[in-house]
């Protein structure tokens, strides 16, 4: 069964801009939620930005607001995540998950999950 499968992560200094890619494996429907998630080593996974295939949906942890961008793109199936203007504190494995129903912030409500990448900021 394929997965998600993020990419784009890597090191970038404080300031600078990555773009994450999450590819799907088949179509989403209508009433999917793809979301991005975050996990810094020792801590638990955190909510980023997510929304819905159909394009609504839309939500932005407090800590991403205007500087993170979720969008997807239908033609490619993919969900893109472009991150400006990155902290330290935005390090961690990135994941790209899908559910079906609303956008949720919760890691339990998702059950469908990428392998994750890795997004480095050096100060």
């Known amino acids: 069964q394929r997965q998600l499968a993020e990419s784009g992560g890597g090191l970038v200094q404080a300031g600078g801009s990555l773009r994450l890619s999450c590819a799907i494996p088949a179509r989403p429907f209508s009433s999917h939620a793809m979301s991005w998630f975050r996990q810094a080593p020792g801590k638990e996974r955190e909510f980023v930005a997510g929304m819905r295939w159909t394009g609504g949906g839309t939500k932005y942890a407090d800590s991403v607001k205007g500087r993170f961008i979720i969008s997807r793109d239908t033609a490619k199936i993919t969900v893109k995540l472009q991150m400006d203007s990155l902290k330290p504190e935005d390090m961690g494995v990135y994941y790209c998950?899908?559910?079906?129903?609303?956008?949720?912030?919760?890691?339990?409500?998702?059950?469908?999950w990428g392998q994750g990448t890795q997004v480095a900021v050096s100060s």
């Open positions: 998950a899908v559910r079906v129903g609303a956008t949720t912030t919760s890691a339990s409500d998702y059950n469908g």
